[in-house]
T-cell receptor, first 117, second 111 residues
Framework: NAGVTQTPKFRVLKTGQSMTLLCAQD?????MYWYRQDPGMGLRLIHY???????AKGEVPDGYNVSRLKKQNFLLGLESAAPSQTSVYFC????????????????FGDGTRLSIL | GQNIDQPTEMTATEGAIVQINCTYQ??????LFWYQQHAGEAPTFLSY????GLEEKGRFSSFLSRSKGYSYLLLKELQMKDSASYLC????????????FGKGTKLSVIP
C-alpha cells in the first residue's frame, strides 16, 4: 500500500525560484494537510483541505499557496523561495475529522527536504 | 490558541518503564493524539484519547485528564527501537479540526 506519497524527496533551490511539492494519497481520504518541521519548532500547519476544491490557512501560511483540484492530490507551491523556507515538509491525510464518533488519525508521507540557498 | 508543554529530552534504560508527560491549554478540545517519530522519518500514529482515563495498547499506554489539561504516554519494557521523538497533539474540534503538535520529547533508550 502506497499510503501518502510525496515528491520530490529532496530539493535545493536558489532564492527567488519557484517550485511545487506534490502529495498524493490512495486511501480516499477527505482531509489533507501540509506541515513544515524545523528544529526546536515542532510540526506547524501551513495549509489544509477538508475536501476536493477547498483549502484553508493554517498557522504559518505566508509565502505558500495550495490547490486541491483532485481528491487524491494536494499541491504546495512556493512562488518565490526564501532561505527562511528551508525546512522538512510533511503532507498528511485523514479519512475525516470524525468517523463513528472517533476522531481519525493523520497518516504522514515521508517528507520533502527542501534547502533554499 | 493552544499551548503545549512536554519535556525536550528523556533518557531511559532498556527494559525499564518511562512516562512522557504533556500539558496543554486549548480551546474547543476534542481529543489528544500521540505520535512517534524516528529521526529522519515521518510521524506515525500511536494513540488517541478523548475520554478521561487510561488507554492501553500493548507496551504503550496513554492517559488523559481533560479537567487538568494533562496527558501522558507510558512505555513499558523499553526496547532500543523505542528511541525516537514522541509528539503530543491535542485536537481543536471547534470547527476546523486542526491538530497542534507539541515540540516533541526525544527519548533515548540506553543498554
Amino acid at each position: 500500500n502506497a499510503g501518502v506519497t510525496q515528491t520530490p524527496k529532496f530539493r535545493v533551490l536558489k532564492t527567488g525560484q519557484s517550485m511545487t511539492l506534490l502529495c498524493a494519497q490512495d486511501m480516499n481520504h477527505e482531509y489533507m494537510y501540509w506541515y513544515r518541521q524545523d528544529p526546536g519548532m515542532g510540526l506547524r500547519l501551513i495549509h489544509y483541505s477538508v475536501g476536493e476544491g477547498t483549502t484553508a490557512k493554517g498557522e504559518v501560511p505566508d509565502g505558500y499557496n495550495v490547490s486541491r483540484l483532485k481528491k487524491q492530490n494536494f499541491l504546495l507551491g512556493l512562488e518565490s523561495a526564501a532561505p527562511s523556507q528551508t525546512s522538512v515538509y510533511f503532507c498528511a491525510s485523514s479519512y475525516s475529522a470524525v468517523l463513528g464518533g472517533s476522531n481519525q488519525p493523520q497518516h504522514f508521507g515521508d517528507g520533502t527536504r527542501l534547502s533554499i540557498l | 490558541g493552544q499551548n503545549i508543554d512536554q519535556p525536550t529530552e528523556m533518557t531511559a534504560t532498556e527494559g525499564a518503564i518511562v512516562q512522557i508527560n504533556c500539558t496543554y491549554q486549548t480551546s474547543g478540545f476534542n481529543g489528544l493524539f500521540w505520535y512517534q517519530q524516528h529521526a529522519g522519518e515521518a510521524p506515525t500514529f500511536l494513540s488517541y484519547n478523548v475520554l478521561d482515563g487510561l488507554e492501553e495498547k500493548g507496551r504503550f499506554s496513554s492517559f488523559l485528564s481533560r479537567s487538568k489539561g494533562y496527558s501522558y504516554l507510558l512505555l513499558k519494557e523499553l526496547q532500543m527501537k523505542d528511541s525516537a521523538s514522541y509528539l503530543c497533539a491535542p485536537l481543536n474540534g471547534a470547527g476546523s479540526y486542526q491538530l497542534t503538535f507539541g515540540k516533541g520529547t526525544k527519548l533515548s533508550v540506553i543498554p
